[in-house]
C-alpha cells in the first residue's frame, strides 16, 4: 500500500522554486559552490525580512571571485514559474563586501534571500568528497523512497516524514550511517525528488517486488567483497588498459531486485563482466530500461528537473559513429574554442574548447590542483561537469593519434620550469606571449574588447605566479598540438570527449542522472 508525503515546512509552492533558482546559481563555468549551509528559514508571512539565509564557505583568495561569480550568474537567470512574462534575478547594490541580497517575489509578497560568502575554516578536497558520498546515499534513499514508500512521485513541496524516512533505508545498502544520511535541506530534497521521478519513469525493475538501492556495500563494495564490481574491475583491468574504474562505470548507486546475488566472481574477462551488466539491465530501448534485474546510476548535479541518458548499451562502433559529428573548428569563437587572457578584470588561467556548437557543449582545460600540478580537461555540462582526462592521458591521446610528440608532457619538470625565477623562467613567458598572439587570445575589459601589444603581455606574464604559467602554456599547448595536426584534430577530441564521458570501447553499460 502506498504512502503520502507529509507537508513541507516552512518554505513551500514558488518559494522552493525561487531558493532551487538560486542555487542553480551556485555551480557555473569552473566554480562549484554547492556545500553550502542553510543558516536561516522564515516563514515569508512573518514579519522578517530574510527568509532564507545561505552560507557558501570559499579560501580567502577566491571570495571575491566568488561573489562576482553568483552575481553574475543571478543577473542571467530566469524566474522560475514567473506569470508575468521572462524575468532575471538581481542584487541589491551596496550590501556589505561579500554578502549578496537577492530580491524575491511570490504573488504580492518581497523578501530577500541572502548569500554570505565566508572564508573556509578547514581546508582540502575531503570534505567536498565526504559530502559528496553523502549527497549519493541520500539519493538513494529517496529512490528507495519513490520505488518501495511513497510508490508515486515525489512532490518537492511537501517532506518526507521519519517513519517514512526509516522505511526507505532499510532497502539500502550504505556505507554511511542513518545518523549521517537524514532528510537534507529544502534545496537538495527539490533536486531528488526531480532525479528520482525521472528515475522512475524510465527504468522498471523485474517483478512487483522492492528494489534494493546500494552505495559503497556489498556489490557497490569494495574489491574485497564477493561479487562486487570493485573486484571484478581489478580482475579485468589489464584488458582495458588500466584505466580508473569510473571510466570503466561511472555509476555512483546501483539498484536491483530484492534478492538479487552477484554473479560477477565467475565472469574471468571484461567482456563477459559486460555482457552480464548488460543482460541483467533487462529491455533497453533509446531513452528506457524495463524488466531490469540491476541498473548503475551516475549522479550529477540537477537543478529543478532532470535529464536522463543510457550509455553504452550499443556497440563501441557505436559511441565512435555517434562521436563523428564532432568537429574541431580553429577559431576563438563558441564552436571553436575561448581563449582569453583578461575578462572581467581577472587573467583565467584555463582556456574551453567545443565539442560542438552549443553553449556548454566545451571542455574547461586547466589545472585543477590549486598549487600543485594537475593540469587536467573537464567535461562540461549546464549544471555539473560530466567527466575529465587527466593531463597524461590527454598527451597520450593526442601522441597516439598523431604518431609524434605533438603534446609533450614530463609534468613535474614542466610545473617547476613555469617558476618566476627558474633559468626557464624567460622562455616560458615568451611562449606563453607567442601562443597567446597566434591564437588570437581576448582581452575584455569593462565590456569592452581591447589590444594588448607584445610588451604589455610580456611584462604582465613575467609576474605571474607558477600555477598560473603552467595552467596557460599547458592549454596553449595542447591548442597548438591541435592546430598544427589539423588531419587528426578532429579524432583527437572525439577520443577525449568518448573518454571523459566513460564511453570507450570496454566501458559499461550505466544511466545517467543530470
Given at each position: 500500500?502506498?504512502?503520502?508525503q507529509?507537508?513541507?515546512?516552512?518554505?513551500?509552492?514558488?518559494?522552493?522554486?525561487?531558493?532551487?533558482d538560486?542555487?542553480?546559481?551556485?555551480?557555473?563555468?569552473?566554480?562549484?559552490?554547492?556545500?553550502?549551509?542553510?543558516?536561516?528559514?522564515?516563514?515569508?508571512?512573518?514579519?522578517?525580512?530574510?527568509?532564507?539565509?545561505?552560507?557558501?564557505?570559499?579560501?580567502?583568495?577566491?571570495?571575491?571571485?566568488?561573489v562576482?561569480?553568483?552575481?553574475?550568474?543571478?543577473?542571467?537567470?530566469?524566474?522560475?514559474?514567473w506569470?508575468?512574462?521572462?524575468?532575471?534575478?538581481?542584487?541589491?547594490?551596496?550590501t556589505?563586501?561579500?554578502?549578496?541580497?537577492?530580491?524575491?517575489?511570490?504573488?504580492?509578497?518581497?523578501?530577500?534571500?541572502?548569500?554570505?560568502?565566508?572564508?573556509?575554516?578547514?581546508?582540502?578536497?575531503?570534505?567536498?568528497?565526504a559530502?559528496?558520498?553523502?549527497?549519493?546515499?541520500?539519493?538513494?534513499?529517496?529512490?528507495?523512497?519513490?520505488?518501495?514508500?511513497?510508490?508515486?512521485?515525489?512532490?518537492?513541496?511537501?517532506?518526507?516524514?521519519?517513519?517514512?524516512?526509516?522505511?526507505?533505508?532499510?532497502?539500502?545498502?550504505?556505507?554511511?550511517?542513518?545518523?549521517?544520511?537524514?532528510?537534507?535541506?529544502?534545496l537538495?530534497?527539490?533536486?531528488?525528488?526531480?532525479?528520482?521521478?525521472?528515475?522512475?519513469?524510465?527504468?522498471?525493475?523485474?517483478?512487483?517486488?522492492?528494489?534494493?538501492?546500494?552505495?559503497g556495500?556489498?556489490?557497490?563494495?569494495?574489491?574485497?567483497?564477493?561479487?562486487?564490481?570493485?573486484?571484478?574491475?581489478?580482475r579485468?583491468?589489464?584488458?582495458?588498459?588500466?584505466?580508473?574504474?569510473?571510466?570503466?562505470?561511472?555509476?555512483?548507486?546501483?539498484?536491483?531486485?530484492?534478492?538479487f546475488?552477484?554473479?560477477?566472481?565467475?565472469?574471468?574477462?571484461?567482456?563477459?563482466?559486460?555482457?552480464?551488466?548488460?543482460?541483467?539491465?533487462?529491455?533497453?530501448?533509446?531513452?528506457?530500461?524495463?524488466?531490469?534485474?540491476?541498473?548503475?546510476?551516475?549522479?550529477?548535479?540537477?537543478?529543478?528537473?532532470?535529464?536522463?541518458?543510457?550509455?553504452?548499451?550499443?556497440?563501441?562502433?557505436?559511441?565512435?559513429?555517434?562521436?563523428?559529428?564532432?568537429?574541431?573548428?580553429?577559431?576563438n569563437?563558441?564552436?571553436?574554442?575561448?581563449?582569453?587572457?583578461?575578462?572581467?578584470?581577472a587573467?583565467?588561467?584555463?582556456?574551453?574548447?567545443?565539442?560542438?556548437?552549443?553553449?556548454?557543449?566545451?571542455?574547461?582545460?586547466?589545472?585543477?590542483?590549486?598549487?600543485?600540478?594537475?593540469?587536467?580537461?573537464?567535461?562540461?555540462?549546464?549544471?555539473?561537469?560530466?567527466?575529465?582526462?587527466?593531463?597524461?592521458?590527454?598527451?597520450?591521446?593526442?601522441?597516439?593519434?598523431?604518431g609524434?610528440?605533438?603534446?609533450?608532457?614530463?609534468?613535474?619538470?614542466?610545473?617547476?620550469?613555469?617558476?618566476?625565477?627558474?633559468?626557464?623562467?624567460?622562455k616560458?613567458?615568451k611562449?606563453?606571449v607567442d601562443?597567446?598572439?597566434?591564437?588570437?587570445?581576448?582581452?575584455?575589459?569593462?565590456?569592452?574588447?581591447?589590444?594588448?601589444?607584445?610588451?604589455?603581455?610580456?611584462?604582465?606574464?613575467?609576474?605571474?605566479?607558477?600555477?598560473?604559467?603552467?595552467?596557460?602554456?599547458?592549454?596553449?599547448?595542447?591548442?597548438?598540438?591541435l592546430?598544427?595536426?589539423?588531419?587528426?584534430?578532429?579524432?583527437?577530441?572525439?577520443?577525449?570527449?568518448?573518454?571523459?564521458?566513460?564511453?570507450?570501447?570496454?566501458?559499461?553499460?550505466?544511466?545517467?542522472?543530470?
Amino acid at each position: 500500500m502506498a504512502n503520502k508525503q507529509t507537508e513541507w515546512g516552512i518554505l513551500t509552492g514558488n518559494w522552493v522554486r525561487r531558493a532551487t533558482d538560486v542555487t542553480d546559481c551556485l555551480i557555473g563555468e569552473g566554480y562549484n559552490y554547492l556545500s553550502f549551509n542553510i543558516n536561516n528559514v522564515a516563514d515569508p508571512k512573518s514579519g522578517k525580512k530574510i527568509v532564507l539565509g545561505l552560507k557558501v564557505e570559499v579560501p580567502e583568495a577566491e571570495r571575491t571571485r566568488a561573489v562576482n561569480n553568483i552575481k553574475n550568474a543571478l543577473v542571467n537567470k530566469t524566474v522560475s514559474n514567473w506569470n508575468q512574462g521572462k524575468s532575471k534575478y538581481s542584487f541589491r547594490e551596496g550590501t556589505p563586501d561579500r554578502q549578496i541580497d537577492i530580491p524575491v517575489t511570490v504573488g504580492k509578497t518581497e523578501k530577500l534571500f541572502r548569500i554570505y560568502v565566508k572564508p573556509l575554516k578547514s581546508g582540502g578536497s575531503g570534505g567536498g568528497a565526504a559530502q559528496t558520498a553523502i549527497n549519493e546515499c541520500t539519493f538513494a534513499v529517496y529512490a528507495s523512497l519513490r520505488y518501495n514508500v511513497i510508490k508515486a512521485d515525489l512532490d518537492p513541496e511537501l517532506g518526507i516524514s521519519e517513519d517514512h524516512w526509516n522505511e526507505a533505508f532499510n532497502y539500502c545498502r550504505l556505507d554511511k550511517s542513518k545518523d549521517r544520511v537524514g532528510v537534507p535541506d529544502m534545496l537538495w530534497h527539490v533536486s531528488h525528488c526531480a532525479g528520482v521521478n525521472k528515475l522512475h519513469q524510465r527504468v522498471t525493475m523485474k517483478g512487483t517486488g522492492n528494489v534494493i538501492f546500494y552505495r559503497g556495500k556489498d556489490i557497490d563494495g569494495k574489491n574485497t567483497v564477493k561479487g562486487s564490481l570493485s573486484k571484478a574491475y581489478n580482475r579485468v583491468k589489464s584488458e582495458i588498459g588500466g584505466v580508473s574504474e569510473d571510466k570503466w562505470n561511472p555509476a555512483d548507486v546501483w539498484m536491483s531486485v530484492d534478492g538479487f546475488t552477484s554473479d560477477l566472481d565467475s565472469k574471468p574477462f571484461i567482456d563477459d563482466v559486460n555482457d552480464y551488466i548488460l543482460k541483467l539491465a533487462g529491455t533497453i530501448t533509446t531513452n528506457k530500461i524495463s524488466d531490469a534485474t540491476l541498473v548503475g546510476i551516475s549522479l550529477k548535479k540537477l537543478g529543478a528537473n532532470a535529464n536522463f541518458s543510457i550509455l553504452n548499451a550499443g556497440s563501441s562502433q557505436d559511441r565512435k559513429d555517434a562521436a563523428k559529428s564532432i568537429k574541431f573548428i580553429n577559431k576563438n569563437q563558441q564552436g571553436g574554442y575561448q581563449l582569453f587572457f583578461e575578462n572581467r578584470g581577472a587573467n583565467p588561467i584555463d582556456f574551453y574548447l567545443y565539442y560542438s556548437s552549443g553553449f556548454y557543449d566545451k571542455f574547461q582545460c586547466r589545472n585543477f590542483g590549486g598549487k600543485k600540478a594537475s593540469w587536467q580537461i573537464e567535461l562540461k555540462g549546464a549544471t555539473a561537469a560530466h567527466g575529465r582526462v587527466g593531463g597524461e592521458q590527454v598527451a597520450n591521446i593526442v601522441n597516439k593519434i598523431t604518431g609524434k610528440n605533438a603534446f609533450p608532457w614530463k609534468n613535474q619538470t614542466f610545473h617547476s620550469e613555469c617558476g618566476k625565477k627558474h633559468s626557464q623562467a624567460n622562455k616560458i613567458t615568451k611562449e606563453i606571449v607567442d601562443l597567446l598572439i597566434d591564437f588570437d587570445a581576448q582581452n575584455i575589459k569593462k565590456g569592452d574588447s581591447i589590444i594588448k601589444d607584445r610588451d604589455q603581455y610580456t611584462f604582465e606574464i613575467s609576474q605571474k605566479e607558477q600555477e598560473w604559467r603552467y595552467s596557460k602554456l599547458n592549454g596553449l599547448r595542447f591548442l597548438k598540438a591541435l592546430g598544427d595536426n589539423s588531419e587528426h584534430a578532429d579524432q583527437i577530441v572525439q577520443s577525449l570527449y568518448l573518454y571523459a564521458s566513460s564511453q570507450l570501447d570496454k566501458s559499461s553499460l550505466f544511466v545517467k542522472i543530470y
